[in-house]
């Protein structure tokens, strides 16, 4: 078993993702609510909810990625396991596609990286409120870079398994 998964940094940190999750989740349903109100009740609608709404958005989609890929409920096409019946063969088709993975996850910590860095140079802002959009942009690189971490950790737990350590 991987030590990391019992120290208080990965207990932190998921204590960190499940408030950004909560926090942006409850801030959307708010924002939704308010301009609803607004809207259909007071038909005064206010410019601007749907930006910060969006932005918001960003937060809860990509801490909710890197979360899946904590808690290993990230979208998978796990047909492998349906053609070799070999565990194995099949614990090194795992170990395969975690490598996978986290070469994916460092492109995309690269892409969400050079996305920052784009955005902090062109200093582009929300077209209604004019906010930076690089609160939201730092989002996609965060989550990336969680991702590739929670990658890692599942790679180095196939691995072990692969050569006959127990499972997380």
């Known amino acids: ?18 408030m950004a999750m909560v926090i942006s989740s409850l801030a959307i349903l708010f924002l939704v609510l308010f301009q609803v109100f607004l809207r259909y009740v007071l038909v005064k609608p ?8 969006t932005m918001t958005g ?14 290993r409920t990230h979208i998978k096409a796990d047909v492998m396991s349906a053609i070799v019946k070999d565990p194995k063969k099949l614990i090194w088709v795992k170990v395969f596609t975690a490598f996978l993975s986290v070469v994916l996850a460092l492109m995309m ?8 860095v784009w955005g902090y140079t062109k200093k582009q802002l929300s077209h209604t409120l004019m906010i ?24 180095v737990d196939y691995f072990l ?4 350590k127990k499972p997380l």
């Open 1 to 18: 078993m991987l030590g990391i998964m019992h120290t208080k940094f990965w207990n932190v940190l998921g204590f960190l993702q499940k």
């Open 46 to 53: 206010i410019m601007g909810v749907e930006e910060i709404a």
């Open 58 to 71: 960003f937060w809860l989609y990509f801490m909710g990625a890197s979360w899946g890929t904590a808690e």
């Open 109 to 116: 910590t690269f892409w969400g990286w050079e996305y920052v």
């Open 132 to 155: 930076p959009m690089i609160y939201s942009q730092v989002s996609v690189f965060l989550g990336a870079v969680l991702m590739v971490f929670y990658f890692c950790v599942e790679l």
């Open 161 to 164: 398994q692969a050569i006959g």
